[in-house]
């Protein structure tokens, strides 16, 4: 007969024996929650997408730039000239207002000869006598100091009976709109013989033939310098002296704004 020897203990685990390792690889799968491995991939891929879109919308936008700042630069270049136009017109705007300007102020300083004349002839005292009237150049400004007064001076010479009487006449000048009343004076005065008559020899006494001596006179010399006073703010006594185209030129100019009122 014979006996079966069954031995429980070799089919425990511990008694297992463990199998030899062959020369390939073994793989082991991972086990668990895939979702962190999900989201790299889809980072990994997702990234590289989104960052080549973005390239091209920028390429995109950057040729629209591109488009606009031509564009622009055009624009630009046309304001420029444009600009260049208006600054040309504003040059020549200006310099015919200097000359416009220049031409009124010499205008506005004419002193006409006959409202002048008139002014004296109105002005001589009885006992006086002009005998030349001369117009002095205005006297040339110092370094540093501003133009003097344009329209120069006047010189009178002529004869006075008397000192008093040339000291009226000096007195009534003063009081002339068309000179300084404080550059107005005498520059000379003599007693002199009173001239004679022309085509009259020295006369002489029936009586005894001696020598009549005539009588004495005050030569005097005065001076003076125009006033500065514009002659638009001298239309009243322009009119006055009968000074009629001038007066007229002024308010004509007046009227149309070169020269205020």
Do not use: C, H
């Amino acid at each position: 007969m014979y006996s079966l020897d069954v031995n429980f203990l070799k089919d425990r685990p511990a008694y297992q024996k463990k199998p030899e390792k062959q020369g390939g690889i073994s793989l082991k799968l991972p086990t668990g929650n895939f979702t962190p491995v999900y989201v790299g991939v889809a980072l990994g891929v997702g990234l590289p997408a989104l960052l080549g879109v973005s390239w091209w919308l920028l390429q995109g936008k950057i040729v629209e730039l591109d488009g606009q700042i031509a564009q622009l630069d055009q624009e630009s270049k046309r304001l420029d000239t444009e600009i260049g136009n208006l600054n040309k017109i504003k040059d020549e705007t200006k310099a015919v207002k200097g000359e416009t300007q220049a031409l009124v102020t010499v205008f506005d300083q004419i002193r006409p000869w006959s409202a002048m004349l008139q002014d004296l002839r109105d002005r001589i005292p009885t006992a006086v006598q002009i005998d030349t009237i001369k117009q002095m150049p205005p006297v040339a400004a110092a370094p540093g100091q501003p133009p003097n007064n344009p329209a120069g001076g006047l010189e009178i010479t002529g004869l006075a009976r008397s000192f008093n009487d040339v000291n009226d006449f000096l007195l009534s000048l003063q009081q002339s709109q068309f000179l300084k009343p404080t550059e107005s004076r005498i520059i000379t005065a003599t007693l002199v013989d009173a001239p004679l008559p022309p085509g009259t020899g020295q006369p002489t006494s029936p009586t005894n033939g001696v020598t009549i001596k005539p009588p004495q006179v005050v030569k005097y010399t005065i001076q003076s310098t125009m006033s500065d006073v514009p002659a638009s703010e001298l239309i009243r006594e322009l009119e006055k002296k009968g000074t009629v185209g001038l007066v007229t030129r002024i308010r004509n100019m007046q009227q149309t704004g070169v020269i205020s009122k």
